[in-house]
């Protein structure tokens, strides 16, 4: 310190520069240096901090820091403490605190600190207090000392004031007499009277263990030759014969001369804690025992073995699963206990009530079993196996009842929740590693048959695991794993451990683009590829292994060398044979040609001969109306003609319906589409569906929550659903059975689109379902032919199901069958779904008459003349005025003049170049407010804007009833 202060710049303090300090002062200082003990003087009202080495050592970290700052600087934590105590001292007062317990931060963070300090003034050279000297002591260690000790006072009089487990004693050396406390006289079996008055040591020697005894007396006589303290753990036999464990801690008390006079101490109870370290050292070596076997028969006989020495009891592993093998346990419950005196078996199975308490997972622990209530009425088969106290720990698998650790006393016995702790440690443990050892040999013989294949396959495999390499990550990988067959089959060895870019680093990037894709997508790959390192052909395939987040690719490939090399000596010699073979080939084309024409006449010829038939039929019924109705007008009796009128009639409608249903399969109707909630479609038809399938058939309606819209032709929509229907009820009869309609949403993606001949995306499914008779797939392939029909003759015309399936592939849909003989059928139709809203219904209106006109002009364009002539005359029987054209471009000639046009009537399909949309559209650029009915008898539905008509124009479809013509005609003027 003297060095520091000679050294310290004083002129940046208070006091000055050194060599200006009063004599007072300088003196000051070298006297307290020379001291040993910690002083400091404070100068100035402001205390600037002066101090020896004592002091800098009581300073800690503080130092040297502290020299020249003041008091509160220095010391902020107690700048008030010290602020108060420099005012005293420059007052010339003098005074001493002892035991001042101050909270200081010396460096290492605020602590407690006691000091006892003393305070005096310091004159200058006029005689007036111009600082404080402070002597410090700390007695910080002195009085936590004091404190630990009082503690440990608290401590022993709490210990000697519990309960049975402890007890005090002082022992007169000199008399050799032992004088105790009730307590410990009951803990060493002595009479506590006697315990009191005092006995020799011999008295209480005579409950230790005889195995203890030893021991405890050289631990006395250490103690005593080292005046030190004494401490020891053993044994006390108790007069019923219970071994109780204790520690004795005790220490010499001394006379003022030396001597030894006394030995007092106490002793505790520590059977508890002895037990629990028993049962831990049991456990471990159990674990030691288990480890070090590998045959799981072996292992409940351990088990048992450990807990039965650890205990000094009969124990058993006893297996009660019914269905389980032998294990080296006692099987089905039946008991016999290794012991010196052989027993009877028992089974637990006799006790329902134990049986039941060890399935529910509890254990069971009896102290008597003539005493308690679970054993007492059945305690004779106990008693004869010598079994006066039992404890069962179940094991459960599954909530299943497999096994029980089973320990048995000959004499009644309290059992201690240590004791069931230890045995359901010791019973877990065991069936843990009876669960691991099996898996394990389960494991092992997976990975043998793993090995066995991976060494013995044919193909060449390997697994890659790929790396950060180089050129970013993911961009090289590694061979983990390869079989013998890989360097066979590729033509390079020793590749495990060996990067890719190091074994054929000109074609890497290729190899590592593949696999990587593999990896970081999930997808599968099969690929064939040449190896240009070794010229060798692969047939490939590629698959991730291991976890998501893995790197890990397997790949299974096989040399395909010899067959690309007999594929291009095969090449070699086809085009050796390549004239030969195009003659041939145009040979053959030609004659597939003919084949094919062939095929399609039969399959024309089918089709036409159906619709000759029909139409025969039906032109049959219509000629011979019309010959009656002749002949009965020229025998002047028209009053009969009515009938064949009729008939006529109905076979006219009956060939319409004939036609539209032809061009429903040909996908040539037209449509008119709109947004259409199905299942309000079919909500609307379930009635006249009940009726239309009958009583026998229970109809069940399963309607999608959410159900999307399809823009269908509504109409068309009911026809083929009550079509279907209809085949399903012909299905089931005539026993009856079970209908179901059901709806749903449907997001197909590629593959499942695919499957359905369909486009990706949105569409909703309407499935009939009936329990009927089924269909074979020979009849599946051809229910879609026009014509065909399973159905008696008579009974069906073979267009309906064609009709559907024209009608939802121009729909933009698709219908599937699932079906299988015996079990029913499944007809699905798939419609694509409409994202815009649902347009409010029309509200309904009475059909109308056909209204009269005032003389407005309708033009007709048709080139069937009959057709033509028939409307005009229709329109003008109806007050219109009428203009007639057979074509196109003559119809737009009557359109380019000045002739008045109110509506114009026309065919889509025309002569001339122009058809009647085409007429239509040029028209409407001469007179853009012209209404337009458009009348076809077959049109594609481009034709007429692929049912999206503009405003004023509409279609109905040949043939049609004139009234209906009038009709439309007048509600489309009069609008």
């Given at each position: 310190?003297?060095?520091?202060?000679?050294?310290?710049?004083?002129?940046?303090?208070?006091?000055?520069?050194?060599?200006?300090?009063?004599?007072?002062?300088?003196?000051?200082?070298?006297?307290?240096?020379?001291?040993?003990?910690?002083?400091?003087?404070?100068?100035?009202?402001?205390?600037?901090?002066?101090?020896?080495?004592?002091?800098?050592?009581?300073?800690?970290?503080?130092?040297?820091?502290?020299?020249?700052?003041?008091?509160?600087?220095?010391?902020?934590?107690?700048?008030?403490?010290?602020?108060?105590?420099?005012?005293?001292?420059?007052?010339?007062?003098?005074?001493?605190?002892?035991?001042?317990?101050?909270?200081?931060?010396?460096?290492?963070?605020?602590?407690?600190?006691?000091?006892?300090?003393?305070?005096?003034?310091?004159?200058?050279?006029?005689?007036?207090?111009?600082?404080?000297?402070?002597?410090?002591?700390?007695?910080?260690?002195?009085?936590?000392?004091?404190?630990?000790?009082?503690?440990?006072?608290?401590?022993?009089?709490?210990?000697?004031?519990?309960?049975?487990?402890?007890?005090?004693?002082?022992?007169?050396?000199?008399?050799?007499?032992?004088?105790?406390?009730?307590?410990?006289?009951?803990?060493?079996?002595?009479?506590?009277?006697?315990?009191?008055?005092?006995?020799?040591?011999?008295?209480?020697?005579?409950?230790?263990?005889?195995?203890?005894?030893?021991?405890?007396?050289?631990?006395?006589?250490?103690?005593?030759?080292?005046?030190?303290?004494?401490?020891?753990?053993?044994?006390?036999?108790?007069?019923?014969?219970?071994?109780?464990?204790?520690?004795?801690?005790?220490?010499?008390?001394?006379?003022?001369?030396?001597?030894?006079?006394?030995?007092?101490?106490?002793?505790?109870?520590?059977?508890?804690?002895?037990?629990?370290?028993?049962?831990?050292a049991a456990l471990l070596r159990l674990h030691d025992e288990l480890t070090a076997l590998d045959d799981p028969?072996?292992?409940?006989?351990?088990?048992?073995?450990?807990?039965?020495?650890?205990?000094?009891?009969?124990?058993?592993?006893?297996?009660?699963?019914?269905?389980?093998?032998?294990?080296?346990?006692?099987?089905?419950?039946?008991?016999?206990?290794?012991?010196?005196?052989?027993?009877?078996?028992?089974?637990?199975?006799?006790?329902?009530?134990?049986?039941?308490?060890?399935?529910?997972?509890?254990?069971?622990?009896?102290?008597?079993?003539?005493?308690?209530?679970?054993?007492?009425?059945?305690?004779?088969?106990?008693?004869?196996?010598?079994?006066?106290?039992?404890?069962?720990?179940?094991?459960?698998?599954?909530?299943?009842?497999?096994?029980?650790?089973?320990?048995?006393?000959?004499?009644?016995?309290?059992?201690?929740?240590?004791?069931?702790?230890?045995?359901?440690?010791?019973?877990?443990?065991?069936?843990?590693?009876?669960?691991?050892?099996?898996?394990?040999?389960?494991?092992?013989?997976?990975?043998?048959?793993?090995?066995?294949?991976?060494?013995?396959?044919?193909?060449?495999?390997?697994?890659?695991?790929?790396?950060?390499?180089?050129?970013?990550?993911?961009?090289?990988?590694?061979?983990?794993?390869?079989?013998?067959?890989?360097?066979?089959?590729?033509?390079?060895?020793?590749?495990?451990?060996?990067?890719?870019?190091?074994?054929?680093?000109?074609?890497?990037?290729?190899?590592?683009?593949?696999?990587?894709?593999?990896?970081?997508?999930?997808?599968?790959?099969?690929?064939?590829?040449?190896?240009?390192?070794?010229?060798?052909?692969?047939?490939?395939?590629?698959?991730?292994?291991?976890?998501?987040?893995?790197?890990?690719?397997?790949?299974?490939?096989?040399?395909?060398?010899?067959?690309?090399?007999?594929?291009?000596?095969?090449?070699?010699?086809?085009?050796?044979?390549?004239?030969?073979?195009?003659?041939?080939?145009?040979?053959?084309?030609?004659?597939?040609?003919?084949?094919?024409?062939?095929?399609?006449?039969?399959?024309?010829?089918?089709?036409?001969?159906?619709?000759?038939?029909?139409?025969?039929?039906?032109?049959?019924?219509?000629?011979?109306?019309?010959?009656?109705?002749?002949?009965?007008?020229?025998?002047?009796?028209?009053?009969?003609?009515?009938?064949?009128?009729?008939?006529?009639?109905?076979?006219?409608?009956?060939?319409?319906?004939?036609?539209?249903?032809?061009?429903?399969?040909?996908?040539?109707?037209?449509?008119?589409?709109?947004?259409?909630?199905?299942?309000?479609?079919?909500?609307?038809?379930?009635?006249?569906?009940?009726?239309?399938?009958?009583?026998?058939?229970?109809?069940?309606?399963?309607?999608?929550?959410?159900?999307?819209?399809?823009?269908?032709?509504?109409?068309?929509?009911?026809?083929?659903?009550?079509?279907?229907?209809?085949?399903?009820?012909?299905?089931?009869?005539?026993?009856?059975?079970?209908?179901?309609?059901?709806?749903?949403?449907?997001?197909?993606?590629?593959?499942?689109?695919?499957?359905?001949?369909?486009?990706?995306?949105?569409?909703?499914?309407?499935?009939?379902?009936?329990?009927?008779?089924?269909?074979s797939p020979e009849i599946i392939e051809r229910i879609f032919e026009p014509f065909f029909t399973t159905k008696?003759?008579?009974?069906?015309?073979?267009?309906?199901?064609?009709?559907?399936?024209?009608?939802?592939?121009?729909?933009?849909?698709?219908?599937?069958?699932?079906?299988?003989?015996?079990?029913?059928?499944?007809?699905?139709?798939?419609?694509?779904?409409?994202?815009?809203?649902?347009?409010?219904?029309?509200p309904l209106l009475a059909s109308p008459e056909p209204g009269s006109g005032h003389g407005e002009t309708v033009?007709?364009?048709?080139?069937?003349?009959?057709?033509?002539?028939?409307?005009?005359?229709?329109?003008?029987?109806?007050?219109?005025?009428?203009?007639?054209?057979?074509?196109?471009?003559?119809?737009?000639?009557?359109?380019?003049?000045?002739?008045?046009?109110?509506?114009?009537?026309?065919?889509?399909?025309?002569?001339?170049?122009?058809?009647?949309?085409?007429?239509?559209?040029?028209?409407?650029?001469?007179?853009?407010?012209?209404?337009?009915?458009?009348?076809?008898?077959?049109?594609?539905?481009?034709?007429?804007?692929?049912?999206?008509?503009?405003?004023?124009?509409?279609?109905?479809?040949?043939?049609?009833?004139?009234?209906?013509?009038?009709?439309?005609?007048?509600?489309?003027?009069?609008?």
């Amino acid at each position: 310190m003297a060095r520091l202060i000679r050294d310290h710049d004083w002129s940046a303090t208070p006091l000055g520069p050194r060599s200006a300090w009063p004599q007072s002062l300088t003196t000051m200082v070298g006297m307290m240096i020379a001291a040993p003990n910690p002083m400091v003087l404070l100068w100035g009202s402001s205390g600037v901090l002066i101090y020896n080495d004592g002091y800098a050592r009581f300073a800690g970290k503080r130092h040297p820091e502290l020299l020249g700052m003041g008091a509160r600087e220095g010391w902020p934590e107690i700048a008030d403490f010290n602020d108060a105590n420099i005012r005293r001292g420059l007052a010339g007062e003098s005074w001493s605190l002892e035991q001042q317990e101050l909270v200081l931060d010396r460096g290492t963070g605020p602590e407690s600190a006691w000091l006892d300090l003393h305070y005096a003034p310091v004159p200058d050279e006029s005689g007036q207090p111009a600082g404080v000297m402070v002597f410090v002591s700390e007695i910080t260690e002195r009085i936590r000392l004091a404190a630990h000790e009082a503690e440990a006072v608290e401590r022993l009089e709490l210990a000697l004031s519990a309960g049975r487990g402890v007890g005090a004693w002082d022992w007169d050396i000199a008399a050799d007499v032992v004088r105790a406390d009730e307590r410990f006289a009951r803990l060493y079996g002595v009479d506590p009277v006697v315990a009191r008055e005092g006995a020799p040591l011999e008295v209480f020697f005579s409950a230790i263990h005889p195995q203890d005894l030893p021991g405890i007396q050289a631990a006395i006589a250490r103690a005593i030759e080292a005046r030190s303290a004494f401490s020891k753990e053993y044994r006390l036999v108790q007069p019923d014969g219970e071994v109780v464990w204790v520690v004795a801690e005790g220490r010499c008390v001394l006379d003022a001369a030396g001597r030894l006079i006394r030995l007092p101490g106490v002793s505790f109870d520590i059977s508890e804690r002895k037990q629990v370290e028993v049962r831990q050292a049991a456990l471990l070596r159990l674990h030691d025992e288990l480890t070090a076997l590998d045959d799981p028969g072996q292992i409940p006989a351990a088990a048992a073995r450990v807990v039965g020495e650890t205990l000094n009891l009969a124990a058993a592993y006893v297996s009660l699963d019914k269905g389980a093998k032998p294990s080296g346990a006692e099987r089905d419950g039946d008991v016999t206990l290794d012991a010196k005196r052989p027993r009877q078996a028992w089974s637990p199975r006799e006790h329902p009530e134990v049986f039941t308490t060890l399935a529910q997972g509890r254990p069971v622990a009896v102290a008597d079993v003539v005493q308690d209530a679970l054993t007492r009425d059945k305690a004779a088969p106990l008693t004869a196996a010598d079994i006066h106290a039992f404890a069962a720990v179940p094991l459960l698998e599954r909530d299943q009842l497999v096994a029980m650790l089973f320990v048995t006393d000959a004499r009644p016995r309290a059992w201690s929740q240590i004791d069931l702790d230890f045995l359901q440690d010791v019973a877990a443990r065991t069936r843990n590693v009876l669960e691991r050892l099996r898996a394990e040999a389960g494991r092992s013989e997976s990975q043998q048959r793993y090995q066995t294949l991976f060494d013995t396959m044919d193909e060449g495999f390997c697994v890659i695991e790929f790396i950060d390499g180089p050129d970013g990550p993911l961009s090289d990988y590694v061979h983990v794993e390869a079989n013998a067959a890989y360097a066979e089959h590729a033509g390079i060895g020793d590749v495990v451990g060996r990067r890719v870019r190091d074994m054929v680093p000109t074609e890497a990037d290729s190899w590592v683009s593949l696999y990587r894709d593999v990896l970081e997508t999930g997808r599968p790959i099969r690929f064939e590829k040449e190896l240009e390192a070794t010229g060798r052909w692969l047939e490939l395939a590629a698959f991730k292994v291991g976890p998501a987040g893995g790197r890990q690719v397997a790949v299974l490939f096989k040399d395909l060398t010899a067959r690309k090399r007999a594929e291009r000596a095969l090449a070699d010699l086809n085009a050796s044979l390549e004239a030969r073979v195009e003659a041939r080939t145009e040979e053959l084309q030609s004659a597939h040609a003919a084949l094919r024409q062939s095929q399609k006449m039969e399959a024309v010829g089918q089709l036409t001969g159906g619709i000759a038939h029909d139409f025969n039929n039906l032109l049959a019924g219509i000629s011979g109306s019309l010959e009656l109705i002749a002949k009965r007008m020229a025998q002047g009796r028209g009053a009969e003609i009515g009938p064949y009128v009729e008939a006529a009639q109905g076979a006219a409608q009956r060939a319409a319906t004939l036609t539209q249903r032809l061009l429903a399969f040909s996908r040539r109707q037209t449509l008119a589409p709109r947004a259409t909630d199905a299942n309000r479609l079919i909500g609307g038809m379930e009635d006249l569906i009940r009726r239309t399938v009958g009583p026998a058939i229970d109809l069940e309606v399963v309607g999608a929550g959410g159900l999307w819209l399809t823009e269908v032709d509504q109409s068309q929509l009911e026809n083929a659903l009550l079509n279907l229907c209809i085949n399903a009820r012909d299905a089931v009869a005539p026993g009856g059975g079970r209908l179901t309609i059901e709806t749903a949403n449907k997001w197909l993606d590629d593959r499942h689109a695919r499957e359905r001949d369909l486009a990706a995306g949105q569409y909703i499914s309407i499935c009939v379902t009936d329990t009927g008779s089924g269909m074979s797939p020979e009849i599946i392939e051809r229910i879609f032919e026009p014509f065909f029909t399973t159905k008696p003759i008579g009974q069906g015309t073979g267009l309906g199901l064609s009709m559907i399936h024209g009608f939802v592939r121009q729909s933009g849909g698709q219908i599937r069958v699932y079906s299988e003989p015996g079990l029913g059928t499944t007809m699905c139709l798939y419609l694509p779904r409409h994202h815009g809203s649902l347009a409010e219904p029309d509200p309904l209106l009475a059909s109308p008459e056909p209204g009269s006109g005032h003389g407005e002009t309708v033009l007709v364009i048709d080139d069937e003349r009959s057709v033509r002539s028939l409307v005009a005359e229709v329109l003008r029987e109806h007050g219109y005025a009428t203009l007639e054209s057979g074509d196109g471009p003559s119809g737009l000639r009557i359109l380019d003049s000045e002739h008045r046009i109110d509506l114009l009537v026309t065919d889509v399909g025309l002569p001339g170049g122009l058809n009647g949309r085409q007429v239509a559209d040029a028209a409407r650029m001469r007179r853009p407010d012209l209404k337009v009915l458009f009348i076809t008898g077959y049109a594609e539905n481009a034709a007429v804007g692929n049912g999206l008509l503009e405003p004023g124009m509409e279609v109905m479809t040949k043939p049609f009833a004139m009234t209906d013509l009038a009709a439309k005609v007048a509600s489309m003027i009069e609008a």
